[in-house]
C-alpha cells in the first residue's frame, strides 16, 4: 500500500529551466544596457560554460561573468543583472498545471508527502516557499541535509526515515531517469517519471509508470491501492 509520495521539484514541481532561461535574458539585457560591452551570444556562452563548470546552481555566476572579463567586479553592471534575474525568475517561477490540486488531492487520500532535491537547502526552500508549496510538505530533502545528489541512495533513505515509511510503501516521481528514477528504484520505491518535464529527450524511463500530467498521480495511487474510482 501506497503511504507517501516523494516528489522531484525541479521539472517536476516547477518547469526550472523555463524560469532559468527568462530570468539569464533578462539578465544579461539589463547588464547590456549598464555597459557591459560583450555581444548577448557571448554573454551567453560564458554563462553556459560558468554553469558547466560550477554547476547550475551556482550563486555568483554574474559576479564570475565580470571578474573573468575585467579582473574585478563591477557592481553597477552586477547589481543590474541581479535585479532583473530576480524580478524575471519570480514571474516566471510558476507550477505545473494541476500540481496543487494533485497535492491537495493526495493529502485527502491520507498519504504523506516529501521533497528530495539535489538543490541547496536555501534555494529549494525558496523556490517552495515562492509557490506556496513550503506548507504542504511532511519533510523536505535537500543536497545540504545528506552531502549527496541522487541517484545515492542516502536522500532517498533519508527522506524514507523522516516519512517513517518503507520503499515499498512509497512513490517517487521524477524528470531525471537517472537520478529520480535509478536512484529511488535503489531503496525499494516504486517509480513514476514526469515525462511532461522531460529535458532530455528520454526514450527509456525503466520506470513503473510514466506521466504526461501531474494529475495522473492520483490514479496510480488509488490503483496502487485498490481504491475504486
Known amino acids: 500500500m501506497i503511504k507517501a509520495v516523494i516528489f522531484d521539484l525541479d521539472n517536476t514541481l516547477v518547469d526550472f529551466m523555463l524560469m532559468k532561461r527568462q530570468a539569464i535574458d533578462a539578465a544579461v539585457s539589463a547588464m547590456i544596457d549598464a555597459g557591459l560591452k560583450l555581444t548577448r551570444e557571448d554573454i551567453h556562452a560564458r554563462i553556459n560554460a560558468i554553469y558547466k563548470e ?51 488531492e493526495l493529502l ?10 539535489d538543490a541547496p537547502a536555501r534555494e529549494a526552500w525558496l523556490r517552495l516557499s515562492y509557490l506556496n508549496l513550503h506548507h504542504i510538505f511532511d519533510h523536505v530533502v535537500t543536497f545540504d541535509d ?15 526515515e523522516l516519512l517513517g515509511v518503507q520503499g515499498h510503501e512509497s512513490l517517487m516521481i521524477g ?37 504526461n500530467d501531474i494529475a495522473e498521480l492520483i490514479d496510480i495511487v488509488r490503483n496502487e491501492n485498490s481504491i475504486r474510482l
Open 54 to 104: 560550477r554547476g547550475i546552481e551556482f550563486q555568483n555566476v554574474f559576479d564570475q561573468l565580470l571578474y573573468d572579463e575585467f579582473n574585478k567586479v563591477d557592481f553597477k553592471i552586477l547589481s543590474a543583472g541581479v535585479i532583473a534575474y530576480r524580478r524575471a525568475r519570480e514571474a516566471a517561477l510558476v507550477p505545473y498545471p494541476h500540481v496543487y490540486s494533485t497535492l491537495m
Open 108 to 117: 485527502k487520500l491520507g498519504l504523506r508527502l516529501g521533497v528530495v532535491s
Open 146 to 160: 545528506t552531502g549527496e545528489r541522487k541517484p545515492n541512495a542516502a536522500p532517498f533513505k533519508r527522506a524514507l
Open 175 to 211: 524528470d531525471w531517469e537517472e537520478r529520480d528514477v535509478v536512484g529511488a528504484a535503489k531503496v525499494g520505491m516504486k517509480t513514476v517519471f514526469a515525462r511532461y518535464g522531460d529535458t532530455f529527450g528520454t526514450v527509456e524511463s525503466n520506470a513503473d509508470y510514466e506521466v
